[in-house]
């Protein structure tokens, strides 16, 4: 779900070379509102955020992200149950920081799987590289 005006415009420059963006669920919302079971998570460059590396993710998280050129609303923040940072020096692009949240929310999953089969099943048509 998104807010806001400018994905419509951006989505004419997709660079999906796996069409993943076919399979999921894409919608304009007015504002963010989870599912009650749902806790609502900022991600943003907020004094007292938590560092990523120390968030315990919730099994049902609503992410929410901020503009590039913003902040998230604090009528917003105030309804998070948790604000978390990506410490880096600088700020990142939102697609940048999407990727490091869901990676790390990966990573942390004792449901990641690993090997082979992922690997082939994940990579490029062009990509069949061994070690």
């Known amino acids: 779900m ?9 989505r004419a420059f997709n660079t999906d070379t796996k069409n993943v963006g076919l399979n999921i669920p894409l919608a304009q919302i007015d504002e963010p509102m989870p599912e009650p079971h749902m806790a609502m998570v900022a991600v943003e460059l907020v004094e007292g955020a938590t560092p990523l590396p120390h968030f315990e993710h919730p099994k049902h998280a609503y992410y929410v992200f901020g503009p590039e050129d913003g902040s998230i609303e604090q009528s917003i923040l105030d309804k998070c149950q948790h604000v978390v940072y990506v410490p880096t020096t600088g700020c990142m692009n939102l697609a940048a920081t999407v990727n490091v949240l869901l990676y790390d929310r990966l990573a942390k999953s004792d449901t990641t799987q690993y090997g082979d089969q992922i690997i082939v099943a994940s990579r490029d ?7």
């Open 2 to 10: 998104y807010t806001g005006e400018r994905y419509a415009r951006a």
């Open 125 to 131: 048509t062009n990509n069949r590289t061994k070690v």
